[in-house]
């Protein structure tokens, strides 16, 4: 069985919250199930491909978030959005590059979804402390 894994990242590219869902599953199932676990924030930066949807952005303005995402290519609607806080969004990259240092993180040894999971909040951890 193949995982995805779903993470938010404070400012310092460190894990705050995981949720992990099966390989085959939408990226908008993650961002649903993440939604709820968000802290008091400003700003949230997301990628294209992943979070650019009108519910969402709906959602992060219930919530009193500004939405830092920029809009598909084949967005029939533009979306604004700023350029200079777009470019930060490397922080999750680096977050998951550190995960991925740890060897039973990187190959996914672990076929069991929640063993798997364990192992990477076990890693997470560690580099939340480091």
Known sequence: MNTKLHAICDSQGQPIDLFATAGQAGDYIGARALLSGLPKVKWLLGD???????????????????????????????????????????????????????????????????VCLSAIALAALVIYWL
């Open 48 to 114: 294209r491909g992943h979070h650019d949807a009108d519910w969402l952005r709906e959602a992060l303005q219930d919530k009193e978030i500004g939405a830092c995402i920029t809009g598909r290519k084949k967005r029939k609607t533009l979306v604004s959005y700023d350029k200079r806080k777009s470019k930060r969004r490397n922080r999750i990259e680096i977050m998951f590059g550190r995960l991925k240092d740890w060897r039973r993180v990187a190959t996914r040894y672990d076929p069991c979804p929640k």
